[in-house]
Each structure stands twice: as structure tokens, then as C-alpha cells.
Nanobody
Framework: QLQLVESGGGLVQPGGSLRLSCATS????????IGWFRQAPGKEREGVSC????????NYADSVKGRFTISRDKNKNTVYLQMNSLKPDETAIYYC???????????????????WGQGTQITVST
């Protein structure tokens, strides 16, 4: 199975930017789609952005389109999420997760993602 470790979270002011990294190991990324998800206190986990195994297809939640960009570096076995113009209500724990590319590159259903990282906290506040 793929192991995933997130990094890059922290405290940022509204309107600021952060870049999250999802470092993977254990298997080649060639056979996995990767997704970024977030969970705020008292809310369900939601898909933010997902990318296909080839990197050719990306998907974004409507709320982040135009502000977030997902990318992958196969040489580094890492997937990134560049987040710009962050908003206070985007405070959450952000997770990356993987699923077989046989299930496509969409962020849903979330149950298709079998391996998860431990999460990284992002707090958007003054």
C-alpha cells in the first residue's frame, strides 16, 4: 500500500497562501490517483482537489476553483496543493489520500480512497 505524509500546514492570514505537500512511499505513484480533502470541526470530510495518476486530469471543488492548484512530481513521488486567497472558513485539517487509478480521478466517492495521511492543520486567521 501507498504511505502518505502531509506537510506544509500552519497559520496564515486571510488572503494568504500556503503550499501543502503529500510525500508518498511504498509503491509507485503511477497507479494511483491522489486527492486532497479537508475536515473542519463538526463537519464532514470533503474533497478539495484530486489528480489522476498521469497528472493529466484534475478536479476541484467549486469553492476552490481559481484559487487552488494541484500538481504532482513523479520524480519526487510528491503531490502538491497550492492554496491562494485563503479564507477563514477554510480552517481545517487537510489530508491527502490515494486510490487506484482504476477508480478514476474524481474526489468522490470518498470511500474509494483507501490510504490516508495523518493530516496537517491549516488555520486561517488574523
Amino acid at each position: 500500500q501507498l504511505q502518505l505524509v502531509e506537510s506544509g500546514g500552519g497559520l496564515v492570514q486571510p488572503g494568504g497562501s500556503l503550499r501543502l505537500s503529500c510525500a508518498t512511499s511504498g509503491r509507485t505513484l503511477d497507479y494511483y490517483a491522489i486527492g486532497w480533502f479537508r475536515q473542519a470541526p463538526g463537519k464532514e470530510r470533503e474533497g478539495v482537489s484530486c489528480i489522476s495518476s498521469s497528472g493529466d486530469t484534475t478536479n476541484y471543488a467549486d469553492s476552490v476553483k481559481g484559487r487552488f492548484t494541484i500538481s504532482r512530481d513523479k520524480n519526487k513521488n510528491t503531490v502538491y496543493l497550492q492554496m491562494n486567497s485563503l479564507k477563514p472558513d477554510e480552517t481545517a485539517i487537510y489530508y491527502c489520500a490515494s486510490k487506484s487509478n482504476l477508480f478514476g480521478s474524481a474526489c468522490h466517492p470518498i470511500t474509494a480512497f483507501g490510504s490516508w495521511g495523518q493530516g496537517t492543520q491549516i488555520t486561517v486567521s488574523t
